[in-house]
């Protein structure tokens, strides 16, 4: 590819690029350069040298040929930290990227419940089917079966629900079952001692978004309150935080993930990790037409 050198800026940094020879590194997905997977401790194989840019999915792949591996070079030389990390991410298939960020959740001590939420919590079943098949092709391992020796309790049961990608994806809205669903979370949540959170984990991992919202507003109507603050009565920790991510999403996906944006620079500093997960993996749906709030 292209051998012309200047100074490029990242961080603050002027960095004088060399004319000529450029040494080669390895292409690299997103953030983990080399990802272990999470039991064996297998370095994970860097992608094909030989793929192009076919696939790709922002920026859409141009119909001129193009080496990949050049392309990720000459990145890597031009380009540098966290705007290296967003730009090497965004030419790496959606479905493949979640991949990666869904075994750095979990590989290692602990998990990222975080991350795995907001990936897991807001894809279409065809994506989470691509993000298994992906998951299984780089790491050589079953995302369901990780996902269940990973988290346990109740939001392990909603987690693994959700990852067997079964939402019923019907555009056509049913009013009486949002009534009748209302009604059940109603008496299986505030309405009893306890909570049914196996009733919770039913309606939420299998309707619909557009269902579901119609369930919210049915709940709000009878209710004269929000669901949302009935989960925080009812729920605690990660599955509170699962089922409040499927309200927001159902609800509203662009506010969702603007809201991730903000939580990501508020502050003192930034959480990188999380706006360039965000940005990167909303930039084929949501960048034409974001709604801040
Ligand atoms: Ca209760």
């Known amino acids: 590819m292209s051998t012309k050198r200047a100074k490029s800026k990242d961080d603050g940094k002027a960095v004088t690029k060399r004319a000529g020879s450029k040494p080669r590194k390895s292409p690299k997905p997103p953030n983990d ?40 070079n000459d990145l890597e030389d031009e ?36 991350a795995l939420i907001e990936v897991l919590c807001t894809r279409s079943n065809s994506e989470l089917e691509l993000i298994k098949e992906a998951y299984h092709t780089e790491f050589r391992r079953n995302l369901e079966k990780d996902i269940s ?26 009013s009486k079952l949002a009534e009748t669903d209302a009604q059940k979370l109603t008496a299986g949540g505030v ?44 729920f605690h920790g990660e599955i509170r935080d699962a089922l409040l991510t ?12 603007a809201e991730k944006l903000n939580e990501a620079m508020k502050g003192a500093g930034t959480d990188d990790e999380a706006l360039i997960r965000v940005i990167v993996s909303r930039s ?9 709030v």
């Open 33 to 72: 350069p080399h990802p272990k997977t999470a039991a064996a401790d297998t370095p994970v194989p860097p992608p094909p040298k030989t793929a192009t840019l076919e696939g790709a999915v922002s920026p859409q792949p141009p119909e001129i040929g193009i080496n990949f591996e050049d392309l990720l």
């Open 79 to 114: 380009l540098g930290g966290h705007f290296l990390d967003l730009t090497l991410a965004l030419l790496c298939p959606s479905h493949l990227y979640d991949a990666h960020i869904i075994n750095k959740a979990i590989s290692g001590v602990g998990t990222d419940e975080h």
């Open 149 to 174: 020796n990973e988290v346990s309790g109740d939001f392990g049961r909603l987690m693994r629900s959700v990852v067997t990608a079964t939402r019923d994806e019907n555009k056509e809205l049913d």
């Open 191 to 234: 309405g009893k001692l306890g909570t049914d959170e196996v009733l919770f984990n039913h309606i939420f991992c299998l309707r619909s978004w557009p269902q579901l919202k119609a369930t919210f507003e049915a709940y709000r109507r009878k209710n004269d309150i929000d669901i949302e603050l009935d989960i925080r009565k009812e």
């Open 246 to 257: 499927i309200v927001k999403v159902a609800k509203n996906m662009q506010s969702y993930f």
């Open 284 to 292: 084929e749906v949501v960048v034409n037409n974001f709604t801040f």
